[in-house]
């Protein structure tokens, strides 16, 4: 008696969640009518029709981030590296992502592998280190290209690892090492060129300077001689012409004084005085004296004196 009212209960509260569907917000479901696709879901409350209509997938529009497995890759020079990476894509058109490709999150994994091997090949050892961000762009370029079929939009791809085998890897860090070690050598070189630089400038100035000095002083030395030559000469001038005027002035006062009453004896004693004293000295200064042949006639040679004075006087 009440099994078929609750039996149409059920029916109703399951009519009821089959036809009210509500989608979260960044996501898309699309719904199949009769096994077509007819119609993707916005987030919100939607209406289906039960039992014909049918969500066939559920998408999420948010910015996903893909673990890309580590592989083996081969470079250019033939030395096999480890790599691994993560993708992060987004859902663009959830119609193409769910009829495009069977499996669009299998698809974009093995193409970035594909892709990611290719580019390594053509690269050297040395430069798929060197050139990471060319890498990735590369890999972003093919996989948005091959992507926009599927439905999903590639935004980024970044390397995580690159490791190469132990053998190359220790290579690797021995060249490292001499590198380090090579441009310490360098700096230190350059320190003691530049500390050799330094001490020749310091000697070049202090010789520059010590010469400069020597020449400074020679120059106020030739300064000081050449002034101390002026005035020995100007002194031996101012001497010469001293006595040239006391010579003048003891002249012009005997001339004076010849004329004067007595003056004649007073010059006949003076040179007799001088000639007694002249021979006296002659006498004390040497073994030889030379004598005239006449030395008692000292009044003839005063008179002789006197008449050169008064011939002296009268002209």
């Known amino acids: 008696m009440y099994a078929f009212p609750i039996a149409l209960f059920l029916l109703v509260v399951v009519f009821i969640a089959k036809t009210f569907k509500i989608v979260p917000q960044q996501n898309a479901w699309v719904v199949e009518r009769l096994g077509r696709f007819h119609a993707v879901l916005q987030p919100g409350l939607n209406i289906v029709i039960p039992f014909i209509d049918r969500i066939a997938y559920k998408h999420s529009l948010k910015e996903v981030p893909l673990d890309v497995p580590s592989q083996i890759c081969i470079t250019r020079d033939n030395t096999q590296l480890q790599v691994d990476g993560i993708l992060y894509f987004q859902v663009m058109n959830p119609e193409q992502a769910s009829y495009g490709t069977s499996d669009y999150l299998l ?29 990735n762009r590369a890999v972003v370029s093919a996989l948005d290209e091959a992507a926009t079929s599927w439905g999903v939009k590639v935004l980024r791809y970044e390397i995580k690892d690159l490791t190469p085998p ?66 020995r000469a100007t002194g031996e001038a101012e001497a010469i012409r001293l006595i040239a005027t006391a010579n ?3 002249i ?29 000295n002659l006498a004390k200064e040497g073994n030889t004296v030379l004598l005239p042949q006449n030395v008692g006639d000292v009044a003839g040679l005063v008179a002789t004196a006197m008449n050169v004075v008064k011939s002296a006087k009268t002209g």
């Open 252 to 280: 012009a006062r005997i001339a004076a004084a010849i004329g004067h009453d007595g003056g004649i004896e007073a010059v006949n004693l003076k040179v007799a005085e001088q000639y007694v004293a002249a021979f006296a």
């Open 248 to 250: 003048a002035e003891a």
């Open 107 to 135: 698809a974009i994994t093995q193409l970035a592998q594909t892709t990611l091997r290719s580019v390594i090949g053509k690269l050297e050892l040395d430069k798929t280190f060197e050139e990471r961000d060319d890498i």
């Open 166 to 231: 132990k053998e190359i890897l220790h290579s690797m860090q021995q060249q490292i090492t001499a590198e380090r070690e090579k441009r310490a050598r360098i700096a230190q070189s350059e320190g003691v060129r530049q500390e050799q630089i330094n001490l020749a400038n310091g000697q070049r100035e202090a010789a520059i300077q010590r010469s400069q000095g020597d020449m400074q002083a020679a120059i106020n030395e030739s300064e000081g001689e050449k002034q101390a030559a002026i005035n």
